[in-house]
């Protein structure tokens, strides 16, 4: 297993419980505190019911209520720059520490009820380097509305190929 993402894991889940401890003023950590906030598994996975469907993502403008996420790609920006969705904005790769401190950068000082969608598409799921530490960073940074694009094999064939709509450049 990569040691940078058992040390990201191991960071959200400490960042998680600080955060429910600067929160609480009481200073104790009721049991019920504990089982509300997910942690990372021991593979880091991201919990299913937090997973987007490409198709749910185009039908979401209808069905939100007229509320709009923020909607930020965490993978690489040459990816980003030949395909993207409309509306989302590049922040970095998640898999790198100068991609994660941008991701801070951008939600900084934001509601932590703020609806946010990550994705990333650089490759097949299971092999994305990007989209888990940056799901457990905004996690452990207390971003309760958090949604993941699941992108089975990659942009171009779970969006692009599927005629979804994609913006160029940046």
Not at 119 to 129: F, T
């Amino acid at each position: 297993m990569n040691k940078y993402f058992l040390r990201y894991s191991f960071a959200a889940c400490l960042l998680a419980i600080l955060s429910i401890l600067c929160v609480n003023t009481d200073a104790q950590l009721s049991a019920a505190a504990l089982q509300a906030a997910p942690t990372p598994s021991a593979d880091g996975e991201i919990p299913a019911a937090q997973l987007l469907q490409p198709e749910e993502l185009v039908q979401l403008p209808h069905s939100s209520g007229g509320e709009k996420p923020l909607m930020l790609q965490v993978g690489s920006h040459v990816l980003y720059a030949e395909a993207h969705i409309p509306g989302s904005e590049y922040v970095g790769a998640g898999g790198q520490d100068t991609g994660l401190q941008a991701l801070r950068d951008r939600v900084k000082g934001m509601k932590s009820n703020q609806f946010l969608i990550i994705y990333c598409g650089c490759c097949p799921w299971n092999k994305c380097p990007n989209i888990r530490p940056a799901y457990w960073q905004l996690h452990a940074l207390g971003f309760t509305r958090v949604r993941v694009l699941y992108i089975a094999n990659n942009l171009g064939t779970d969006w692009v190929n599927k005629g979804y709509p994609v913006a160029k450049g940046r």
